[in-house]
Structure formats: C-alpha cells, structure tokens
C-alpha cells in the first residue's frame, strides 16, 4: 500500500469508529496504519486503546495473522 492508501484506511476506521467506540478492531487497523506511515505515537494511543477494550487482542490478531 502506498502512503495515501494507510490515510485513506484511517480516516475509514475512524468513521467507523463514531459508529462503533466500543469495538477493538477499528483501533487496531487505524494503529497498524499509523505505524506505516512512521506515526508510531499515535499509533501506540489506538493500540493502547484497542487493548483497553479487548485486553488480549494482541493474542487474538497474532493468532489470526500467523
């Protein structure tokens, strides 16, 4: 993916965010994005807020991307 690809996906899963805040996984793909294009800060807040919804997520992604 290029640049505008990862900017495009974040400001899908933010939308989809405002629809659904209590679900882990926009969060997760919005932090993935971020740490793409080298925004590694934010991407550790979206991470860190995946995680508060869903403790183990971590687990659940590596089992599901491995």
């Not at 800060?41 to 183990?56: D, G, Q, T």
Request: net charge negative.
């Amino acid at each position: 993916m290029n640049h505008a690809d990862y900017e495009g996906a974040i400001l899908l899963f933010q939308q989809v965010v405002k629809s659904y805040p209590d679900r882990a996984t926009p969060y997760f793909f919005i932090a993935n994005s971020l740490a793409e294009l080298n925004r590694h800060e934010e991407a550790i807040e979206y991470y860190n807020k995946a995680i508060n919804i869903i403790p183990n997520i971590d687990f659940i992604f590596n089992k599901w991307l491995y």
